[in-house]
């Protein structure tokens, strides 16, 4: 059974850092996409920035110049700098990943959530 277990969530003042990171654990093939979502209360879900297995990324035009993702393929591992944190930022960060099996397949993968709150 493969799962996402995320970290570096917490409390942060605004215009303060935090980097979330996220692995991915058990039997894996290989991981193509993976991601960070965030949730804030009373909203959608939304993408916040995705990264290829090539490394390509995209950034939501929200936290663009802020916040930048990377990825650690060797580790099966997403990293989410969050940099100049306002409190808009504040909402459960999602790691999201997909999973591909040996017959080709893609399975979605989400981790638990982890909460950021940004306070002025």
């Known amino acids: 059974q493969v799962q996402l277990v995320e970290s570096g969530g917490g409390l942060v003042q605004s215009g303060g850092s935090l980097r979330l990171s996220c692995a991915a654990s058990?039997?894996?093939?290989?991981?193509?996409?993976m991601g960070w979502y965030r949730q804030a209360p009373g909203k959608e879900r939304e993408a916040v920035a995705t990264?290829?297995?090539?490394?390509?990324?995209n950034v939501a035009d929200s936290v663009k110049g802020r916040f930048t993702i990377s990825r650690d393929n060797d580790k099966y591992t997403v990293y989410l700098q969050m940099n100049s944190l306002k409190p808009e930022d504040t909402a459960v960060y999602y790691c999201?990943?997909?999973?591909?099996?040996?017959?080709?397949?893609?399975?979605?993968?989400w981790g638990q959530g982890t909460p950021v709150t940004v306070f002025s």
């Open positions: 990264i290829g297995s090539s490394g390509r990324a």
């Open positions: 999201h990943a997909d999973r591909v099996d040996t017959f080709g397949r893609v399975l979605e993968l």
């Open positions: 058990g039997t894996i093939f290989s991981i193509d996409g």
